[in-house]
């Protein structure tokens, strides 16, 4: 029989999916709402208030990221500025080239732009990665082509964690492009899930375009920057009024802006000691599961500099994922399966599967996401319950019938 749920306990571990807002961002954002309203391109006095908080935002983020306020685009989130630096580069430079690297495990924000693009007669090829979720630089690198117009590569995984070597495929792309004379392949990277944890230095990356959003960094949702190097020219998706220097037409959302600003300079300045602490929490965590459930496997790298220090992702064999979430949400812990975007589906993530995971291990995955607000005490809380709701699913479920209803799914 399984423990009564303890009422009014939440333990939240799904910060991958999303954050809470720090205090501190919302008392940065709260007059932007309120007294300091005006539209930054008004010339009246109340305009250019929101005008300079948006300068002194770009100011921030620019130094944050080691380039320029000019570089910064602001939008409406991280699915926005991946869509932005897809299709703003393909259609810009559609004429010289129609070939675009990217790899299995991107986010669906980039996915889909690319699935759309290929319907438009573009080549994409999707470079695979390891067991552990790594890509391959040099596998990236031997896919240029003369037409590569664009390479795109996630900085950290959403799912897995698996931090890939973006730094070492930029310099191998400069390499490529001053052995053969020519500005191609621009390089794109998606760092929604590493802005909280990683380095964001453009320079040291080596990267030409980044996406950055505010709902993984404890700041507002639905907003989002896209870093533009200098001379790299987009075809703007959204037309109007000509803000964002004629690249993202509509009033800037200036609380939201300033959020994402104060949240990206509070995540910077904390990442190195936050990120020590979950994956403290995420080592405690896994060696409990281990010691106290058997049958468990650690998707991913193993916790260590190559792995999203609050990403732990296992699956429990024999047991199904959608299942285990419900149960605990039942006692107020709440995480994720194969990835939150694909909840309404069956299908088993696309990460796990990229990975080579056999289909019955994706199906019995869970994601654990730690974040600030985390302690030793949630993890306390979370193993009083977990072994005996993996056990009491593993005697329910005569998993094999479960797993055969999926099978329209199995490759
Ligand atoms: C969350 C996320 C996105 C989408 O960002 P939104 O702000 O929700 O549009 C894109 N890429 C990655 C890696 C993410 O984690």
Not at 107 to 135: C, M, Q, R, S
Not at 156 to 175: D, F
């Amino acid at each position: 029989m399984l423990p009564k749920p303890k009422k009014n306990r939440n333990v939240y571990l799904d910060h991958a999916a999303t954050t809470a807002m720090d205090e501190r961002v919302l008392k940065a954002m709260r007059p932007y709402f309120l007294e300091q309203f005006g539209n930054p391109s008004s010339l009246y006095n109340l305009g250019r208030t929101a005008n300079r908080a948006l300068a002194s935002a770009r100011a921030t983020i620019s130094a944050a990221l080691h380039a320029l306020p000019e570089n910064i685009i602001f939008t409406s989130g991280g699915t926005e500025s991946d869509n932005l630096a897809i299709y703003g580069i393909a259609r810009a430079h559609q004429s010289r080239g129609q070939h675009i690297i990217s790899t299995l495990i991107e986010h669906h924000a980039v996915l889909g732009p690319l699935a759309d693009l290929k319907k438009d007669g573009w080549d994409i090829t999707y470079a695979g990665v390891n067991k552990e979720g790594f890509v391959s630089a040099d596998e990236i690198i031997k896919k240029i082509r003369k037409d590569t117009t664009l390479v795109s590569v996630m900085y950290g995984n959403n799912e897995v964690g698996s931090i890939q070597p973006i730094a070492e495929i930029g310099r191998a792309i400069l390499k490529y492009r001053k052995e053969n004379n020519t500005a191609y392949p621009y390089f794109h990277t998606d760092a929604c899930q590493a802005a909280g944890a990683l380095t964001l230095d453009v320079e040291k990356l080596h990267v030409d375009l980044m996406t950055i959003n505010g709902s993984k960094i404890y700041g507002p949702k639905g907003a989002g920057i896209l870093y533009l190097r200098r001379g790299v020219k987009i075809k703007p998706m959204i037309l109007g009024g000509g803000q964002e220097k004629r690249t993202r037409s509509g009033t800037e959302n200036v609380p939201a802006i300033i959020g994402l600003a104060e949240a990206l300079k509070l995540a910077q300045a904390d990442r190195i000691k936050e990120g020590d602490k979950q994956k403290k929490l995420c080592s405690m965590l896994w060696n409990e599961i281990q010691k106290k459930i058997p049958k468990v496997k650690l998707n991913g790298p193993e916790i260590g500099d190559g792995r999203l220090p609050n990403n732990l992702n296992v699956t429990f064999m024999d047991v199904e994922g959608e299942a285990l979430l419900l149960y605990l949400d039942e006692y107020g812990v709440m995480c994720s399966t194969g990835s939150a975007c694909t909840s309404e589906s069956l299908e088993p993530s696309h990460v796990l599967m990229a990975m080579g995971l056999p289909y019955e291990y994706a199906h019995g995955s869970l994601r654990f996401t730690f974040g600030r607000e985390n302690s030793l005490a949630d993890v306390t809380y979370l193993m009083k319950y977990l072994p005996a709701i993996v056990e009491q699913l593993r005697e329910l479920s005569p998993v094999s019938i479960g797993f055969k209803q999926h099978a329209k799914y199995k490759k």
